[in-house]
């Protein structure tokens, strides 16, 4: 592989995250596990440089091999890097962090604002607690530019383009304050992206399908439950608040304009 070879094909995942990224600039990938997705972005003319960082030896000097047989050492520096701990800000103007928990995440962003301040734009693909990472998206000020919904080998994925210090909440009613519609859409768009619910995925209705039988597999199986503790009560309720929620999502994407 060199240079001029065609780029190599990705994985629908990270096709789409490659496909966010805004052409021209360089990129820092925290998280590059063996530097794919920063070998296609130089090849396909999309990035004019890259440092792929992994916080792992084994996979950073995977993405170290990759990146010489493609023959772009020039063009993509590899970084051993707890997050964005050994880079500087101003080194690139795009950030992506894809494939790890919403809580690892979250961490490596609020490290130092500083770094991911600096960042014209940020790819982002948390794997889990997503509700959870919006909110913390919303409140510490990102604003959420695009999102997508990938399914790939039987998971779903929900990738996102984001800027630092843009966010902005919802609409406020005329008192200043959320009306209980307002927070119940909040709501819905934090556990679901509110990009997809407006545009009314239909990948996205797919997976919300796919939960309401996940929640009602749940639900069968604490009633089936012979233990009558707190516990399973709580865990009941919670699952009817999800199961609402997720109702109300369904709702939301099925009404009319």
Known sequence: MTKGDRPAALSKRLKTLADMVPAGYRVA????????????????????????????????????????????????????????????????????????????MQRILSEDPGKTGSF?????????????????????????????????????????????????????????????????FQEICDRYGEGLIRRRDPLLRQYLDQQDRILDEISEALHASDAGNERRRQRLSEVEQEREILRRAVQWMEREE
């Open 120 to 184: 014209r734009e940020l790819i982002l693909q948390p794997q889990s607690e997503l509700r959870e990472f919006r909110v913390f998206l919303r409140e510490a000020g990102y604003a959420v530019e695009a999102e997508e919904i990938v399914f790939e080998e039987g998971k779903y994925y929900f990738p996102m383009r984001v800027r630092a210090g843009e966010g902005k909440s919802p609409e406020l009613s005329q008192s200043g304050t959320l009306s209980q519609e307002e927070r119940e």
């Open 29 to 104: 990938d925290v998280g590059c596990d063996h530097g794919f997705l920063d070998i296609y972005l130089i090849q396909s003319g999309r990035a004019s440089g890259a440092i792929a960082m992994d916080v792992r030896k084994g996979p950073l000097s995977a993405a170290a091999q990759h990146i010489r047989e493609a023959g772009l050492e020039t063009l993509i520096e590899t970084r051993l890097s707890d997050g964005l701990k050994q880079y500087r800000a101003g080194e690139a103007e795009v950030l992506v962090c894809a494939g790890m928990g919403g809580p690892l």
